[in-house]
């Protein structure tokens, strides 16, 4: 699979169901990706979030080497979004301690800002995902899954793939699927799992 930041509901349930995960980090870096971006629901509607990068070596920058910029103070937007658009869901006062460390601590590599996020957000689920980062590149790996290019925020959602739960805004918006999985866990809390788990 590709890296992700506060990946889409669909990408962790890919990784709840799979158990073990190899995260692509020698590809060449894809922009406009779930890598560095993700989608909340605000009281506006859905609300695209991205983290800026630096491609160190131009448009052939692999994923590994691609850094976070902060000529711009975008972890305090996001933060701010996230209050915004969370405050009044059940579980937000619970699991928003936990998330701190990505709006005051300063990671060089977007890959290890993603890396940690992933083991929060697999913790917050109570689920053990193993995670391994790729050696190299290979166009096409055999005796696994190749899930590299299956999640887009261009790609059309599927709605009736995906179990509806409750959100924020709901009553304005009807049930809004696939946004990031703080969507599901900020509502649900540990029921989040059992809908990653289609129970």
């Known amino acids: 699979m590709s890296t992700a930041y506060l990946p889409p509901v669909s990408w962790m349930q890919a990784a709840v169901l799979a158990r073990k995960v190899y995260i692509e980090a020698n590809e060449t870096y894809t922009k406009q990706s779930y890598r560095n971006r993700y989608r909340i629901m605000s ?7 991205s983290i800026p990068v630096i491609k160190v070596h131009g448009n052939r920058t692999r994923t590994k080497d691609i850094e976070v910029f902060y000529g711009e103070p975008w972890q305090r937007i996001h933060r701010r979004a996230l209050d915004a658009a969370y405050t009044s869901s059940p579980f937000y006062i619970y699991y928003k301690d936990e998330l701190e460390v990505f709006f005051t601590r ?4 977007l890959l290890d800002l993603n890396m940690q996020m992933i083991e929060v957000i697999s913790k ?4 053990e995902i193993q995670f391994e980062l790729t050696d190299d590149y290979i166009a096409h790996p055999e005796n696994v ?3 590299r290019a299956s999640f887009s925020p261009k790609k059309t959602v599927i709605k009736d ?3 509806p739960y409750t959100q924020v805004f709901e009553d304005r918006f009807g049930f809004v699927p696939d946004l990031s999985i ?3 866990l900020f509502n649900e809390g540990p029921a989040a799992l059992k809908v990653l788990n289609k129970e």
């Open 145 to 147: 899954t190749d899930l």
């Open 161 to 163: 793939k995906f179990r």
């Open 106 to 109: 300063k990671f060089r590599f």
């Open 182 to 184: 703080i969507d599901l």
């Open 124 to 127: 917050l689920l109570g689920t």
């Open 43 to 49: 009281a506006n509607g859905i609300l695209p979030l």
